[in-house]
C-alpha cells in the first residue's frame, strides 16, 4: 500500500493529470464529463435516475475530477446530489473540496483509506475514477471492493473506470524507461526496478530530471476482466461499458452481495505475514 507522502511526491514528479486547474486537468475532467453523460444512458443508471436524492461516495478522489464530473451529470438531470469524498492524501482533499465548490457541487471530504470507506455510511454510487486501482495491490483490490459494496445501499451501484492495462502490455511491450512528464522545464520519467511476487506489485521509480527528486511506487496492472470479475464476488450482478475511448473501459457492479465483508479480510494470511514463498529448503536455526 502507498504511503499518503510516497504519493504526494509521485503526482508531483509524474504528469498525472490530477490538477483540474491545469490544461491536462481540465481536459480530463471535460473528458470524464463526456463519460458521465453516455453511461447515464445504461439502465442501471437511468434507475438512479429516477430518483429525486443521491448520495455519491468518490474513493481515490484525487482533487475531485471524477466525482464533481458525475455529481454534475446527474444535477443536470434535476438531481440532489450529496458528494462525499476519500483520499490519502491531505493536499487532495483540501483541492477537491475547493473544486467542487468552484462548480457548485455540494460535496465533504476525508483523508482516509479508501478500504475503511464503509465507515462513512451507505450510498447510490460508490465511483472509482481513473488509476486508483494501480494503487491497490492483488490483496487490498478484494478489500477495496468489499468495503466499497458494504457502502452501497440496496439498489446501489459501483461505477469504475478503469484503463485495460494488462492488453496494453501485451501489445505494445512493458517498457523499463517511460517519459512521465514531456514537458522540458518538468520532465521527468519512470524506470523498472523490481517486482513484489506476493503483491502483484510492479515497482517503479519515478525521477524529475531538473533536480533528480525520486520515489518509488508500487504500481499493479489489470485487466478489465480481471477488474469485472473480482468485482462479481462482492456484486450480484457487472456489465462493462464502453466509454468510446480505446482502450478505457467502465465496469459496473450492481446490488451488494453482502457475504464477504471488509472483517473477514482485515486479518493478512500467512503469506502476506511471512513476505515471501515458503521455502522448505530454508532451514531455521
Not at 455540494?106 to 481513473?130: P, R, S, T
Not at 486479518?267 to 511471512?274: A, F, G, K, S
Request: proline residues 4%.
Amino acid at each position: 500500500m502507498n504511503t499518503p507522502d510516497a504519493l504526494e511526491e509521485g503526482y508531483k514528479i509524474a504528469l498525472w493529470k490530477d490538477d483540474p486547474w491545469s490544461p491536462e486537468g481540465r481536459e480530463r475532467y471535460n473528458s470524464a464529463l463526456r463519460k458521465f453523460k453516455r453511461l447515464t444512458e445504461h439502465p442501471w443508471l437511468k434507475n438512479i435516475l429516477s430518483k429525486e436524492k443521491v448520495s455519491l461516495l468518490d474513493l481515490g478522489a484525487g482533487k475531485g475530477i471524477g466525482g464533481v464530473a458525475l455529481a454534475k451529470t446527474l444535477k443536470q438531470h434535476g438531481m440532489e446530489v450529496d458528494l462525499t469524498m476519500v483520499d490519502l492524501r491531505k493536499s487532495a482533499v483540501q483541492d477537491g473540496l475547493r473544486f467542487a465548490h468552484e462548480e457548485g457541487v455540494k460535496a465533504e471530504a476525508f483523508q482516509m483509506n479508501a478500504i475503511e470507506a464503509h465507515k462513512l455510511g451507505k450510498f447510490d454510487i460508490v465511483l472509482m475514477y481513473g488509476a486508483i486501482l494501480t494503487h491497490f495491490d492483488s490483496w487490498n483490490m478484494p478489500r477495496l471492493f468489499a468495503s466499497s459494496a458494504k457502502s452501497l445501499k440496496e439498489d446501489g451501484i459501483i461505477v469504475i473506470e478503469e484503463f485495460d492495462r494488462v492488453h496494453r502490455i501485451f501489445t505494445s511491450g512493458f517498457k523499463d524507461f517511460i517519459i512521465e512528464n514531456p514537458k522540458p522545464e518538468e520532465l521527468s520519467i519512470s524506470i523498472h526496478v523490481g517486482y513484489d511476487l506476493i503483491r502483484g506489485s510492479y515497482k517503479r521509480s519515478f525521477i524529475r530530471m531538473r533536480d533528480w527528486k525520486s520515489v518509488m511506487l508500487p504500481i499493479n496492472f489489470r485487466s478489465i476482466s480481471t477488474i469485472a470479475s473480482t468485482l462479481w464476488f462482492f456484486t450480484k450482478d457487472v456489465d462493462i461499458v464502453s466509454t468510446g475511448i480505446n482502450g478505457v473501459y467502465v465496469v459496473l457492479g450492481k446490488g451488494a452481495r453482502r457475504l464477504l465483508e471488509p472483517e473477514h479480510l482485515a486479518e493478512n494470511p500467512t503469506v502476506l505475514q511471512r513476505g515471501n514463498p515458503w521455502d522448505s529448503s530454508i532451514k531455521k536455526g
